[in-house]
Antibody, heavy 115, light 109 residues
Framework: QVQLVESGGGVVQPGRSLRLSCAVSGFIFTNYGMHWVRQAPGKGLEWVAVVWNDGSYQYYADSVKGRFTISRDDSKNTLYLQMHSLRAEDTAVYYC????????WGQGTLVTVSS | QAVVTQEPSVTVSPGGTVTLTCGSSTGAVTSGHYPSWFQQRPGQAPRTLIYDTSNKHSWTPARFSGSLLGGKAALTLSGAQPEDEADYYCLFSYSGSRVFGGGTKLTVL
């Protein structure tokens, strides 16, 4: 069965960096584009970034452009989100999601940016 | 970046029918925005209901349907059940990037 498992969340100080991972299984990773989506506490969903199935294209929300980088390691069946210059407003549960139109979701990992 | 607008809250009676909508700040919503709809119950990850305007996944209850209506994307629930009480989000594609709507809190009462 399709599984997406996020990891790497935690508490980080403002201005610091953090890398999230999403390990996938149950499908052919290279056939699918992948997204990161986040949800601040008590708020709605916010799309963060997408990477094409072959890694050729990446798109970002304006709120993270220039600070976050989405990437993938097909040999490890893993999606990444490298986050730099973190701000309090980046505090959220971060979900990875499969496919351009999003079909499957992970359970999320919580990132808290606080001093 | 475009803004996607949803009704903040909607109430439906058990067994009733309700339509949630999503509009785009860029103009009429078309199939080229590839509208998708997601359900999120409290404390849970989102679940995808509809993709590409009206396509359902194997797990999507038959009572949910998607369409374009009056320049907006629409999610119609026919025969609401208590378990349908949740937050609903739409997602549009804009030339590669994506934007979620602010979400609609659906109450079944």
């Amino acid at each position: 069965q399709v599984q997406l498992v996020e990891s790497g969340g935690g508490v980080v100080q403002p201005g610091r960096s953090l890398r999230l991972s999403c390990a996938v299984s149950g499908f052919i990773f290279t056939n699918y584009g992948m997204h990161w989506v986040r949800q601040a506490p008590g708020k709605g969903l916010e799309w963060v970034a997408v990477v094409w199935n072959d890694g050729s294209y990446q798109y970002y929300a304006d709120s993270v452009k220039g600070r976050f980088t989405i990437s993938r390691d097909d040999s490890k069946n893993t999606l990444y989100l490298q986050m730099h210059s973190l701000r309090a407003e980046d505090t959220a549960v971060y979900y990875c999601a499969r496919n351009y139109y999003i079909d499957f979701w992970g359970q999320g990992t919580l990132v808290t940016v606080s001093s | 970046q475009a803004v996607v607008t949803q009704e903040p809250s909607v109430t439906v009676s058990p067994g009733g029918t309700v339509t949630l909508t999503c509009g785009s700040s860029t103009g009429a919503v078309t199939s080229g925005h590839y509208p998708s709809w997601f359900q999120q119950r409290p404390g849970q990850a989102p679940r995808t209901l509809i993709y590409d305007t009206s396509n359902k996944h194997s797990w999507t209850p038959a009572r949910f349907s998607g369409s374009l209506l009056g320049g907006k994307a629409a999610l119609t629930l026919s025969g609401a059940q208590p378990e349908d009480e949740a937050d609903y989000y739409c997602l549009f594609s804009y030339s590669g990037s994506r934007v979620f709507g602010g979400g609609t809190k659906l109450t079944v009462l």
